[in-house]
């Protein structure tokens, strides 16, 4: 069935460090993939999505490929902020409409 | 405008009580989801509606019981709940059920069962 992995956490970086959060999927055909943030106290929000392979999110800095050969669709970006501290979470949605999230990454910048 | 509605924000119910969560959006979308997410875990998906019908009930315990009254709202019923059912609820929505469509959550109701 269709699934994603994602990198363990917590993440702490210091601020302006370069970010890699990792997301690999599992699933036939060509999933839509997606970067969701969650801020503490806060509901999920759309951080940026790739339908097709080889197309590239970006948003808020934030950046993502989506690797057909690798089944992987990265988060990075090169500069973290204090306000970036939150959690990350990479999903996938195939046919219909259930989605599959990762576990979670939750990252931490500090000044 | 994407936005999704979630009243109230916060909850505390006893394990006998009745209560009802609420959500509401105005963007003309289809299909409409509940999840639940306890702390540091990703989102677990408990209810969808598909053009206001109940089409996915992921084994949720009849202790919920959702209702979609109109396009635009969502309604999850709370009776006899356990302290493990303390949770965020979240709200979804998205345009229809064809693949690939981009889910618009709410803020959540932060619940606590006493």
């Known amino acids: 069935g269709d699934s994603v992995t994602q990198m363990e956490g917590p993440v702490t970086l210091s601020e302006e460090a370069f970010l890699t959060i990792n997301c690999t999927y599992t699933?036939?055909?060509?999933?839509?993939l997606f970067w969701y943030v969650q801020y503490p106290g806060e509901g999920l929000q759309l951080l940026l999505k790739?339908?097709?392979?080889?197309d590239k999110g970006s948003n808020k800095g934030f950046e993502a490929t989506y690797r057909k050969e690798t089944t992987s669709f990265h988060l990075e970006k090169g500069s973290v902020q204090v306000s970036d501290s939150a959690v990350y979470f990479c999903?996938?949605?195939?046919?219909?409409?259930?989605?599959?999230f990762g576990t979670g990454t939750s990252l931490t910048v500090i000044p | 405008d994407t936005e999704v509605t979630q009243t109230p924000k916060h909850l505390v119910m006893g394990m006998t009580n009745k209560k009802s969560l609420k959500c509401e959006q105005h963007?003309?979308?289809?299909?409409m989801y509940w999840y639940k997410q306890k702390a540091k875990k990703p989102p677990e998906l408990m209810f969808v509606?598909?053009?206001?019908?109940?089409?996915i009930n992921e084994s949720v315990p009849s202790r919920f019981s959702p209702e979609c009254p109109n396009s635009s709202l969502l309604n999850l019923h709370l009776h006899a709940l356990q302290p493990e059912d303390s949770a965020l609820y979240l709200c979804?929505?998205?345009?229809?059920?064809?693949?690939?469509?981009?889910?618009?959550f709410g803020a959540g109701t932060r619940l606590s069962v006493l």
């Open positions: 979804a929505s998205s345009q229809g059920d064809r693949g690939g469509a981009i889910q618009y």
């Open positions: 699933a036939t055909g060509y999933p839509s």
């Open positions: 790739a339908t097709k392979a080889d």
């Open positions: 999903a996938l949605i195939h046919t219909g409409n259930q989605f599959y």
């Open positions: 963007m003309g979308h289809r299909a």
């Open positions: 509606y598909s053009y206001e019908k109940l089409s």
